[in-house]
């Protein structure tokens, strides 16, 4: 990857954080919350999704090829800052460190859920249903790990939505800059809320 | 008690480097206060008695300085922890003792002094400056607006002083960034009506290899500016100018500035 290259492949990253990532995230996690409806509720919405036409083309080209730029070129970003909290203690300053810290963090998580659920359905040892799930989160650790996980990548989209918006010269005065942080900070709880509420219907 | 003849000591500490290369270490300081003293005054005590604080003769102590009324950049260092110019630091408002050390974003030449070639050949790398040379008089520019002029002002203000380069977590020895001052002066030359005639030149400058996509909005240095230059916004708008251009450059036909 070439350095002369870099504005393209930076805006490429910054837009598919958002299209498709971002939208999978959040569809994954409304879809999810059909576990608060019960087994069969569930069972159904996955089942469905599960058998949508073409899947696993949809899964390469809006899941698995974004999210593996986005997770790797993002993984070279967050090792080329040198961070200064102790310096400089402001609000964009920690959200800058946590953003690289929830992004580590999510390419282990994602990498591990996604051997754990998607991998095991394709090599025929397990089924992707409601009873999967329960039986991963029935370990503490396990309910721990899923929700810090959930947490990150839904603080990660939020605070991702905001320096897309920046870095697309969208929000460029102080004050919508201000205004676009509330927004997000905004989105950031409804998600949570969404995911974490999904994640304790399967305990 | 104090006696007559004891006098007010300032406790100061300073990282020094006698060489590019050699192993920098702290040495610690103590000048006799005088009121209204600013950290260059204090240095300049130490140059003229090079004792340290246990009273062993020691080298002369290097740093950079030109004006004296923070408007060079030159005596930029990191005082207390924070990147800004030694001569606006007055001794009366740190906390000791002081502690000095260079900005180490830059190469060290020694002790306190840095070497700023990055950001001037940044500066030659985005072309800041309004292109004007030509064999014939070209004649009068088109008039800028008052009030614009007056808000370009403000961008112009800037030093070169290096502290934002020193805030950002993105300017570091292992990554390429110019760093935020080069970034706004391109906003700056392209608001000038006659420097915006080559504003396309300058967009696809920035637009290469270590220039403003290395953002990462940490929104440091606007907050350790001295001179209070709008710097992130100067980003955002960039950032949608860059947008723009990226368009242009790909889908647009064979014009150049508009």
Known sequence: MSKDREFYWRRLHSLLGIIPVGLFVAQHLVVNHFATRGEEA?????????????????????????????????????????????????????????????????????????????????????????????????????????????????????????????????????QSQRIATYVTLVIFLALSVVGVQALLAFV | MVTATETKKVQIEIFRQDTPESTPYWEKFEVNYRPNMNVISALMEIRRNPVNADGKATTPVAWDMSCLEEVCGACSMVINGKPRQSCSALIDQLVQPIKLAPMKTFPVVRDLQVDRTRMFDSLKKVKAWVPIDGSYDLGEGPRMPERKRQWAYELSKCMTCGVCLEACPNVNSGASFMGPAPLSQVRLFNAHPTGSMNKDERLNAIMGDGGLANCGNAQNCVVACPKGIPLTTSIAALNRDTTVQMFKNFFGSDHMVD
């Open chain 1, 42 to 174: 569930f069972n159904k919405a996955s089942g469905f999704m599960g058998s949508l036409p073409f899947v696993i083309l949809l899964e390469i080209f809006i899941i698995y090829l974004p999210l593996m730029f986005h997770a790797f070129y993002g993984i070279y970003i967050a090792f080329t800052a040198k961070n200064n909290p102790q310096r400089y203690g402001t609000l964009r300053n920690y959200l800058f460190i946590l953003q690289r810290i929830t992004g580590i963090f999510l390419v282990v998580f994602i990498a591990w859920h996604v051997f754990e659920t998607r991998f095991q359905a394709a090599i025929g040892a397990k089924e992707v249903n409601f009873n999967m799930m329960a039986e991963i989160l029935s370990n503490p650790w396990m309910l721990g790990f899923y929700i810090v996980g959930v947490i990150s990548a839904t603080f990660h989209l939020a605070n991702g939505i905001w320096s897309f918006l920046v870095s697309w010269g969208i929000t460029q005065s102080p």
